[in-house]
């Protein structure tokens, strides 16, 4: 039987080695950072890598594994924020070149919240500029190439070197955000798990903005339990940020093996579907049959209000 790569490997199941004392977050970290410098000339996902903070930071998740200290499912593992999320100490370009001194002088809120957790940050990814744009294109800082094609195609943004970065086995999760798809688009057209976020579920704080009332912050996984644990992390109240405020208490790892029975799930027809590849149209079609054969409900409502604010 042929031992999956690391940097296959999901977050649960790289949890589980750390655990288990036979995988140490250094070597670990070692392991991404050697592929992230062979593979990232190709892929142009990341903007900056962190090297030695992501040493030091492995090394602190490693000792406090030999002290006995109680840790959770992300310790140890390292992951990547895209370039909208502030890291003291580093540029927050969003994208821009005039944005190179735009130095943080705190972490963002789920920054904060991932290292308490004891992951390991390796860098931060390429964005579209301001974080304005569904297809993945920076004229300024280069586009990130689509790993699952040898010419050049589109990533998807804006979160776009998040997408490819998680896609390329280069990190196992890394943070996007959203705004009006900017997370489930890369993570469509790179082919890994994109979570967006209910706003006010995940903190804003520290995310370089682009509507106070639609920005979202969520993160591209291999699986949508990798996807879980992040989320479960991230939630909460943060007093910088009202949106937040008065969230009750949510436990999505106890119903998340539940399935889709039950569910209301649905199609928005319109516009979406206009001038769409058969091929594409059938296979979502597709998607909608399993998810009824699981015992969802599945239906199709119509979406005028799509078509009204093209206009």
């Known amino acids: 039987m042929v031992d999956t790569p690391l940097h296959w490997l999901t977050i649960s199941e790289l949890s589980q080695r750390i655990r288990q004392g036979s995988l140490s977050p250094v070597a670990l970290t070692e392991h991404l950072l050697a592929r992230l410098e062979a593979l990232d000339g190709a892929t142009h996902a990341f903007k900056l890598v962190t090297r030695e903070r992501a040493l030091a930071q492995a090394q602190a998740a490693e000792l406090a594994l030999y002290t006995g ?13 895209k370039d909208l999320f502030d890291v003291k100490g580093l540029p927050t370009t969003a994208g821009a070149t005039f944005m190179e001194t735009n130095i943080a002088a705190a972490d963002a809120t789920v920054i ?25 294109i920076n004229h300024h800082h280069g586009t990130p190439h689509n790993p699952w094609h040898r010419e050049p195609h ?18 196992p999760m890394a943070l996007g955000s959203d705004t009006g798809g900017s997370v489930r688009i890369p993570a469509a057209l790179c082919g890994t798990v994109g979570l ?28 949508v339990e990798d996807a879980a644990l992040v989320y479960q992390a991230l939630r909460g109240s943060d007093p910088a940020d009202p949106s937040t405020h008065n969230r009750p208490p949510q436990d999505v790892l ?3 093996k539940d399935g889709v029975r039950g569910l209301r799930l649905a199609f928005a027809e319109t516009i979406f579907w206009d001038g769409v590849d058969t091929e594409i149209a059938a296979a979502v079609r597709a998607c909608g049959d399993v998810l009824r054969g699981l015992g969802a409900q599945v239906e199709s409502l119509p979406f005028p209000e799509a078509a009204e604010a093209r206009k």
Do not use: C, N, W
């Open 154 to 171: 589109a990533p998807g943004g804006s979160s776009s070197g998040s997408g490819v970065a998680v896609a390329a086995g280069l990190v």
């Open 112 to 136: 904060r919240r991932l290292r308490q957790e004891g992951m390991v940050l390796l860098g931060k990814t390429h964005t579209v500029q301001f974080a304005y744009g569904g297809v993945g």
């Open 69 to 81: 200290q109680e840790i959770g499912p992300l310790h140890g593992i390292p992951y990547a924020a």
């Open 254 to 256: 106890r119903s998340l």
């Open 196 to 223: 967006k976020t209910t706003v006010g579920q995940i903190s804003r704080t520290g995310v370089f903005p682009l509507s106070a009332t639609l920005d979202s912050v969520g993160p591209l996984t291999r699986s």
